[in-house]
């Protein structure tokens, strides 16, 4: 199976994240792809059956800057990608109340405007709890890749 995996990242943390799950994906016999600048033929140009988004948030629970330029020509395409499975790991600062984890919000969005669905609920990594998000991250993917398995 061929796993696409997008990240947005701000001060590389999510990029680090979606490195380690890329390495995991890859160790689990996945194909897995992750190019944190891809654009959407490079994406398309993988083919692939599943998703997976790893993005911080910025200001006001927007995506960052590096992810925005996908995320809207996604938006404008709508590429058929309908009924493929995926799954989002959002990063963000919970003392920021109502916009913790919205660029992972955003990405949910998405989704459902494409029609992939969302094989386990996101994952939230709040950075005022944990310093460790790759490892904090493993079992989300554990499940993850069980759920694309199954």
């Known amino acids: 199976m061929k796993i696409a995996i997008l990240s947005g990242s701000v001060y590389g ?86 916009t913790f984890c919205g660029g992972g919000e955003l990405v949910r969005e998405l989704y459902s405007e494409l029609g992939i669905r969302e094989v386990l609920p996101m994952l939230r990594l709040d950075s005022s709890e944990s310093v460790t998000p790759e490892s904090d991250a493993e079992p989300w993917l554990a499940e993850f890749m069980a759920a694309l398995q199954g």
């Open 13 to 98: 943390t999510a990029e680090e994240v979606a490195r380690h799950a890329e390495q995991l994906l890859k160790n689990a016999g996945f194909d897995a792809w992750h190019n944190p600048r891809a654009g959407l033929a490079d994406v398309q140009a993988f083919a692939p059956d599943a998703f997976l988004v790893v993005t911080s948030t910025t200001g006001m629970g927007e995506l960052p800057d590096n992810l925005q330029p996908l995320y809207f020509a996604i938006r404008d395409h709508l590429p058929a990608w309908s009924g493929l499975p995926g799954g989002v790991i959002a990063l963000g600062d919970s003392s920021y109340g109502d």
